[in-house]
């Protein structure tokens, strides 16, 4: 069982940044794919970054240009730093690990983007 804790949620102007962190309990967390999801409002959680133990990362195109996902595996850290944020940004923001058919969601936390 892994456990992810979210912070670094809240409010922010549009153009402002913010830096979510994830907190993961496995004690083989450098073998996880790590992830970053959101969901909106009304909508379906998707997917917005990924990256796995080596470093290479996936970004949807929404995001590419502006977010910036990262792992410290040390730290058993994951995180997604966020620049020029936009109104269709807001979200619930999920942390997200999976390591084979296993897979394991934090509680999310909130994004709010609005002047």
């Known amino acids: 069982q892994v456990q992810l804790v979210e912070s670094g949620g809240g409010l922010v102007q549009p153009g402002g940044s913010l830096r979510l962190s994830c907190a993961a309990s496995?004690?083989?967390?450098?073998?996880?794919?790590m992830g970053w999801y959101r969901q909106a409002p009304g909508k379906q959680r998707e997917l917005v970054a990924t990256?796995?133990?080596?470093?290479?990362?996936n970004y949807a195109d929404s995001v590419k240009g502006r977010f910036t996902i990262s792992r410290d595996n040390a730290k058993n850290m994951v995180y997604l730093q966020m620049n020029s944020l936009k109104p269709e940004d807001t979200a619930v923001y999920y942390c997200?690990?999976?390591?084979?058919?296993?897979?394991?969601w934090g509680q999310g936390t909130q994004v709010t983007v609005s002047s």
């Open positions: 997200h690990a999976k390591r084979v058919v296993n897979e394991y």
């Open positions: 496995a004690s083989t967390f450098s073998i996880y794919i």
């Open positions: 990256i796995i133990s080596g470093g290479s990362t």
